[in-house]
């Protein structure tokens, strides 16, 4: 069982017998009393979508899934293909399924398959990828004075903010939880 509050986005959890992926989750505090917990969850078998609030406090059920080391293949468009490292057998996942964690798919990235019944239902990302930088302005001297940095995009299509040193061919690492940069490799 585990708390509602602790609910995050890409948790797994049965409700009403169901098993669900958490897309969304906010708390909301009244002036007294409890507080509140919405969520947006997505049906893993039927793809249907639908907002549940719980009180806070409560506590469900986290569903029951196994993870098999897994290498991103390609994509055909609509599917993203898998091969799973211990038999070399191969699924396919839609891209409803893979949602944002398309933007951190390279050829030949090792990950976690979430399986529920022996089916695919879902990805789970390492903490960090190494992207290359296809596309961004170039950087000028003394141009370090907002100590921001500027924009760039990276070679899944990524749009991530990089420190002005940051150059077009330069591999750096990102967090995929966060979708921010971490550091030049």
Same mark, same amino acid.
Not at 46 to 72: D, H, M
Not at 76 to 81: L, N, V
Not at 91 to 119: H, M, Q, R, S
Not at 148 to 163: D, N, Q
């Given at each position: 069982? #585990?708390?509602?509050?602790?609910?995050?986005?890409?948790?797994? #959890?049965?409700?009403?017998?169901?098993?669900?992926?958490? #897309?969304?989750?906010?708390?909301?505090?009244?002036?007294?009393?409890?507080?509140?917990?919405?969520?947006?969850?997505?049906?893993?078998?039927?793809?249907?979508?639908?907002?549940?609030?719980?009180?806070?406090?409560?506590?469900?059920? !986290?569903?029951?899934?196994?993870?098999?080391?897994?290498?991103?293949?390609?994509?055909?468009?609509?599917?993203?293909?898998?091969?799973?490292?211990?038999?070399?057998?191969?699924?396919?996942?839609?891209?409803?399924?893979?949602?944002?964690?398309?933007?951190?798919?390279?050829?030949?990235?090792?990950?976690?398959?979430?399986?529920? !019944?022996?089916?695919?239902?879902?990805?789970?990302?390492?903490?960090?990828?190494?992207?290359?930088?296809?596309?961004? !302005?170039?950087?000028?001297?003394?141009?370090?004075?907002?100590?921001?940095?500027?924009?760039?995009?990276?070679?899944?299509?990524?749009?991530?903010?990089?420190?002005?040193?940051?150059?077009?061919?330069?591999? #750096?690492?990102?967090?995929?939880?966060?979708?921010?940069?971490?550091?030049?490799?």
């Amino acid at each position: 069982m #585990i708390e509602v509050g602790s609910l995050k986005k890409g948790m797994f #959890i049965v409700y009403e017998g169901e098993i669900y992926k958490v #897309i969304e989750a906010s708390k909301h505090f009244m002036g007294r009393g409890s507080g509140l917990i919405r969520t947006k969850l997505k049906n893993v078998k039927t793809g249907l979508v639908r907002e549940v609030n719980f009180p806070s406090g409560e506590k469900i059920p !986290e569903a029951e899934l196994s993870f098999k080391k897994a290498q991103y293949l390609y994509n055909d468009g609509d599917h993203y293909y898998f091969m799973d490292l211990s038999d070399y057998e191969q699924y396919a996942l839609p891209e409803e399924e893979i949602g944002d964690a398309k933007w951190y798919l390279t050829e030949n990235l090792e990950l976690d398959l979430v399986f529920f !019944e022996d089916k695919p239902i879902g990805i789970e990302l390492p903490n960090v990828v190494v992207l290359e930088v296809k596309e961004t !302005e170039p950087g000028y001297k003394g141009d370090t004075v907002s100590g921001g940095g500027k924009p760039a995009v990276l070679e899944t299509g990524l749009k991530v903010t990089v420190p002005f040193f940051v150059e077009v061919g330069d591999k #750096i690492k990102v967090d995929t939880r966060t979708g921010e940069y971490i550091e030049r490799v």
